[in-house]
């Protein structure tokens, strides 16, 4: 398909490990972006990626959270010593641009994290 | 309406009749809004969207409104189906941000 894909959609892990949650955005799409969605809450911005630019990380809420964007395509979120308070859906979305009219957003379908 | 909060705030509508929305934004110098709509175990989905220029957008069955002296907007769905049922949100884009309220829930009432 040509939407964002999310991998895994479900994850379950101990509390103290680490965990990696893979976003494929859409093909050209320059804008990626991380949020965070917990039960009956809005999202929660994590990190932005445009093109080259330095990521706006302004959203991460400790260190144990990083991203990377691989070739301009490929995002990994990794969350290291989870928390139980990380439980949530983490979604990831790209943008044609990320700037302006007529470059929404494409949300992926998530990817539901369960801290046990 | 929808608003920044603990609470989802739930909206429920008889099919067939219209179902009204609403939104308000905090920044002024937001120059783009984007309502989207998000089911059950997906990601939220694009319906409509509008510039800061423009007082009303129409699509297929929804039509937005947008009041920037109040720094408000409204999501306008006509004749409510049942699978119109979802949490909408509304997202306000300054530059390269999108911020986001916390939603409504829509239930259609068969």
């Known amino acids: 398909g040509a939407g964002v894909s999310q991998s895994p959609s479900n994850k379950v892990t101990e509390k103290g490990k680490d965990v990696e949650l893979r976003c494929d955005p859409i093909s050209g799409h320059t804008a990626l972006y991380w949020y965070r969605q917990s039960l009956g809450q809005g999202l929660e911005f994590l990190i932005y990626?445009?093109?080259?630019?330095?990521?706006?990380k302004s959203g991460l809420p400790s260190d144990r959270f990083s991203a990377e964007r691989t070739g301009g395509s490929v995002s990994t979120l990794t969350i290291q010593r989870t928390q139980q308070e990380d439980s949530a859906v983490y979604l990831c979305?790209?943008?044609?641009?990320?700037?302006?009219?007529?470059?929404?957003?494409?949300f992926g379908n998530g990817t539901r994290l369960t801290v046990t | 309406g929808e608003s920044v909060g603990l609470h989802l705030p739930t909206l429920s509508v008889q099919e067939g009749d219209n179902s009204i929305i609403n939104c308000a934004y905090s920044?002024?110098?937001?120059?783009?809004f984007i309502w989207y709509k998000q089911e059950s175990g997906k990601g939220p989905q694009f319906i409509i969207d509008?510039?800061?220029?423009?007082d009303k957008r129409q699509g297929q069955r929804v039509t937005v409104l947008l009041n920037k002296t109040v720094k408000h907007l409204s999501l306008q769905i006509a004749a409510t189906q049942p699978g119109d049922s979802a949490v909408y949100f509304c997202?306000?884009?300054?530059?390269?941000?999108?911020?986001f309220g916390t939603g409504t829930s829509l239930t259609v009432i068969p």
């Open positions: 920044n002024s110098a937001s120059d783009y």
């Open positions: 990626f445009q093109g080259n630019s330095a990521p706006d």
């Open positions: 979305a790209s943008s044609a641009t990320g700037q302006g009219y007529n470059s929404p957003l494409h």
């Open positions: 997202a306000e884009i300054t530059i390269n941000q999108f911020y």
């Open positions: 509008i510039r800061s220029n423009m």
